[in-house]
């Protein structure tokens, strides 16, 4: 089966640009995350969506940053415009719904460098 | 926000030994998940922990549900060249969101052969 897709797997852009991740997550799966992975302050969650709609999105650091899920087997997570602090790795995750506990299931995430 | 404690921040060990990591919190969790991120890679989840005082092994790899409920271990014995990469301890808040988890920052583990 394949996992949770994700695409780019590395980008890099210039300060000011819009950058656009996307996600393709496991079939059957209702619940995606996004999360950002940085060093300084790990594993970030940014926002999470069941069954397509976002149910929190308190992570999502600023106006800048933007997600959809407008089916169930895609979303996007946005930046515009794209600054230097948002260089990071980007993963997305899923997991069914109704899941008792959290068993994600992440993507090889896209590695943003904003220069 | 909520926080782990996880230690070793990193691991220098040779190939064959054994390896102990573990996380604190100041809050009690109803869930305990250890995971591991190999270069380049997402985490994989190793080992679930479902209940206060829970045993669970998965191959070499061994983790424990503190029975305060506010910590974990993870323990992995006769380590390999392959066990080299991060581990994450993670935790599901008993009062908060259940789409929620809080990662600890990670143990860097390197086998040397």
């Known amino acids: 089966d394949a996992g949770v897709i994700q695409s780019p797997r590395h980008e890099v852009t210039e300060m000011g640009q819009e950058v656009t991740l996307r996600c393709k997550p496991i079939?059957?799966?209702?619940?995606l995350f996004w999360y950002r992975q940085t060093m300084m302050r790990g594993l970030e969650l940014l926002i999470y969506?069941?069954?397509?709609?976002?149910?929190?999105d308190s992570g999502m650091p600023e106006d800048r940053f933007s997600a959809k899920m407008p089916n169930a087997s895609f979303s996007t997570l946005k930046i515009q415009p794209s600054e230097p602090r948002d260089s990071a790795v980007y993963f997305c995750?899923?997991?069914?719904?109704?899941?008792?506990?959290?068993?994600?299931?992440f993507g090889s995430g896209t590695q943003l460098s904003v220069l | 926000g909520q926080q782990l404690n996880q230690s070793p921040q990193s691991m220098f060990i040779q190939e064959g030994e054994d390896v102990s990591m573990n996380c604190t919190s100041s809050?009690?969790?109803?869930?305990w998940l250890w995971y591991k991120q190999d270069p380049g890679e997402g985490p994989v989840l190793l080992i679930a922990?479902?209940?206060?005082?829970e045993l669970t092994s998965n191959g070499r790899l061994t983790a424990q549900f503190g029975i305060t409920r506010k910590d974990s271990f993870l323990n992995i014995s006769a380590s390999i060249p392959s066990d080299v990469g991060i581990y994450f301890c993670?935790?599901?808040?008993?009062?908060?969101?259940?789409?929620?988890?809080?990662f600890g920052s990670g143990t860097q583990l390197t086998v040397l052969p």
């Open positions: 995750a899923s997991c069914p719904l109704g899941q008792l506990n959290e068993k994600l299931f």
């Open positions: 079939s059957g799966h209702n619940s």
């Open positions: 969506f069941n069954n397509n709609v976002p149910i929190d």
């Open positions: 809050s009690i969790f109803n869930t």
């Open positions: 922990l479902y209940k206060a005082g």
């Open positions: 993670a935790g599901q808040l008993s009062s908060g969101s259940a789409r929620q988890l809080t």
